[in-house]
Nanobody, 113 residues
Framework: QVQLVESGGGLVQAGGSLRLSCAAS????????MGWYRQTPGKQREFVAS???????NYADSVKGRFTISRDNAKKTVYLEMNSLKPEDTAVYYC???????WGQGTQVTVSS
């Protein structure tokens, strides 16, 4: 069983930055591939970024060059650094354990124009 708690969301102006954090419980975090997803009302949840156990990363085309995913296994935390934010990045952001049905509760990110 893994519990995930996101934090760091908020309101920011277009062009600004935010860093999201996702803290995990349990002792096997270093063995888990992790991902960030986002969802807006009326739309399906979409993939944003992922990081594997060997620190390999993948990004959605819409965030490449602006977002950076990272992890700190000692702190059992995965991060999403978001720069050059756009209004279309507004969403609830969720972290998850890839290939498992473990999700956080989500954190709201709102980007004003």
């Amino acid at each position: 069983q893994v519990q995930l708690v996101e934090s760091g969301g908020g309101l920011v102006q277009a062009g600004g930055s935010l860093r999201l954090s996702c803290a995990a419980s349990g002792s096997i975090f270093r063995l888990l591939a992790m991902g960030w997803y986002r969802q807006t009302p009326g739309k399906q949840r979409e993939f944003v970024a992922s990081i594997g156990v060997a620190y390999g990363t993948n990004y959605a085309d819409s965030v490449k060059g602006r977002f950076t995913i990272s992890r700190d296994n000692a702190k059992k935390t995965v991060y999403l650094e978001m720069n050059s934010l756009k209004p279309e990045d507004t969403a609830v952001y969720y972290c998850r354990v890839l290939n498992e049905n473990y999700w956080g509760q989500g954190t709201q990110v709102t980007v004003s124009s």
